[in-house]
């Protein structure tokens, strides 16, 4: 059984950085595609980043530069790194494991930016 464990949210101060980290067990990480999600009070979860089975990264145009995506498969962690935090960075942060057609979800970590 594939299980998602989100760490490192927390509040910070705008313009300072974060990074979370997903935990995987039950699978071998490389083995399929990670995905970070962002949800706001009162909104669907948005996508933010991905990073494939075999290591290609993309993350959403509004983000670039500011969020990266990374994975140490040793760990079998996947990591989204943000830097210049703002307010609206302000959410739930999600992963999900992508493998066979199947999707597992994390419990989610919660990020607070004060302005």
């Known amino acids: 059984q594939v299980q998602l464990v989100e760490s490192g949210g927390g509040l910070v101060q705008a313009g300072g950085s974060l990074t979370l980290s997903c935990t995987v067990s039950g699978a071998t990480i490389g083995s399929g595609a990670m995905r970070w999600f962002h949800q706001r009070p009162g909104a669907s979860r948005e996508f933010v980043a991905g990073?494939?089975?075999?290591?290609?990264?993309n993350v959403i145009d509004s983000v670039a530069g500011r969020f990266t995506i990374s994975r140490d498969s040793a760990k079998q962690e996947v990591y989204l790194q943000i830097n210049s935090l703002a307010p609206e960075d302000s959410g739930h942060y999600y992963c999900?494991?992508?493998?066979?057609?199947?999707?597992?979800w994390g419990q989610g970590t919660q990020v607070t930016v004060s302005a």
């Open positions: 990073i494939s089975a075999g290591g290609a990264t």
């Open positions: 999900n494991f992508l493998l066979q057609g199947r999707v597992t």
